[in-house]
């Protein structure tokens, strides 16, 4: 009989079980919740972005495989954006690769850097790929929990040396999907010297450097400290929603790309043309990004009032669509999303704990929930009134 490999066969099932029977039986009576579970934003791409695709299609209608590290067009429009955004410069043709995606990115980069056995340090909760990409490479992840008390940023300081001797990799991710913090300068800046010091690559997932609320949150990039042993991933998914394009970037330290590089071209074909045009005309707009935050801010104003009237921390997050909400001790996420699943309320929202590993028996976020603040925003004044009825009723 021919079986999955061991790792493949060793993956956990999520406990979404739960939460899907009550999704279906929802379902079943004909309501349809309002969804916060999963961070795809429901809104449509702009259209300025769409036509640029469609005309694309028929110019490159027999251009053949694209050029696997992105087109020279799309490389200088992301070291162009980089200049302007974080005033920080990138050679086109050496210090940027494209990819479908920062999943695609994140799950395959282990590959290209660790041996089996290595260690790499993951942030817990945090992203699945950091994890899944370093057991599929053969690595040991080594999971740093983020605490409230710390800001959600790692304390690398608790890494204990036999790991630290064998750790080859550092992921960072700000702002962080699932807790909505960001990352000063200050916090890169020591992390880079702790890397350089061990001799560590550090990669920063930066996904949603252009989703903050406010300016006071403006999210820098590690980049800005250095590119010097350090990789950088973005992505047009959130920025631009572009979820459903695949399209993304890996930039930084230029001997570490043209590593990269070299995997790449054993992954895939390419980026198919069309959306490497749409991804150039996404990055030379700021309009549409800047209508996004603010529609976001106001969806996060008023489910964290919401959360607020309802006896519970503020727990307004400065970046992503995300909010990472804190309950009571004695309020468990688990419970607090069944309770929002009855069809009075009928609110999908994700338990903070699946978002999390459980280390030495103990999961750092089971009390917390997470909201993706993509429904629409009529939809999440409607939410807000049905939290406060939820969490009034014993
Ligand atoms: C932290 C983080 N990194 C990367 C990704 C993947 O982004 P992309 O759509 O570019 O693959 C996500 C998607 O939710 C994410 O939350």
Same mark, same amino acid.
């Given at each position: ?38 961070? $795809?934003?429901?809104? =449509? *791409?702009? +259209? #300025?972005? &769409? @036509? ?133 300068? $200050?916090?890169?800046? =020591? *992390?880079? +010297? #702790?890397? &350089? @010091? ?197």
């Amino acid at each position: 009989m021919i079986t999955g490999n061991s790792i493949v066969n060793n993956l956990a099932s999520f406990a979404f079980d739960d939460i899907d029977d009550l999704i279906q039986t929802l379902k079943k009576q004909g309501i349809s919740p309002i969804d916060f579970g999963i961070g $795809d934003p429901k809104e =449509a *791409t702009p +259209e #300025f972005i &769409r @036509k640029v695709a469609k005309e694309s299609i028929d110019s490159n209608a027999s251009r053949g495989y694209p050029i696997y590290n992105g087109t020279v067009e799309y490389r200088y429009a992301i070291a162009k954006w980089t200049k302007k955004r974080f005033n920080v410069t990138l050679d086109p043709e050496k210090e940027i690769c494209a990819g479908l995606g920062a999943k695609e990115i994140i799950f395959n980069l282990p590959n290209a850097f660790i041996e089996p056995g290595d260690y790499v340090i993951i942030p817990n909760p945090g992203y699945p790929p950091y994890l899944k990409g370093t057991l599929f490479a053969r690595g040991i992840p080594y999971f740093i929990n983020l605490e409230r008390s710390n800001n959600f940023l790692p304390d690398f300081n608790s890494i204990p040396q036999n790991v630290l001797t064998k750790t080859k990799i550092i992921w960072l991710n700000y702002p962080n999907n699932p807790t909505g913090a960001t990352a000063t300068l $200050d916090f890169y800046r =020591a *992390t880079v +010297e #702790f890397a &350089r @010091k061990h001799n560590i690559l550090v990669v920063s997932d930066e996904c949603y450097s252009e989703l903050y609320f406010g300016e006071e949150n403006r999210p820098h990039s590690i980049l800005e400290i250095t590119k010097e042993g350090v990789l950088c991933v973005n992505s047009m998914s959130k920025r631009s929603c572009m979820t459903g394009w695949r399209i993304g970037w890996i930039c930084g330290d230029e001997k570490l790309i043209s590593i990269t590089k070299k995997l790449k071209t054993n992954i895939d074909s390419g980026i198919p043309y069309f959306i490497q045009d749409a991804a150039i005309a996404a990055l030379g707009d700021e309009k549409h990004v800047e209508e996004q935050r603010t529609k976001l801010m106001m969806k996060r104003n008023l489910i964290v009032e919401a959360f607020k009237k309802s006896g519970m921390e503020d727990c307004s997050p400065n970046g992503t669509f995300y909010l990472w909400q804190r309950l009571p001790e004695k309020i468990k996420g688990l419970d607090l999303c069944k309770k929002l699943l009855d069809p009075k309320y009928a609110i999908v929202m994700s338990p903070g704990a699946w978002l999390a590993e459980t280390v030495n028996g103990s999961n750092p976020s089971e009390h917390y929930v997470r909201m993706a603040l993509v429904p629409s925003l009529e939809e999440c004044k409607v939410a807000s009134e049905k939290i406060i009825q939820a969490i009034a009723k014993p």
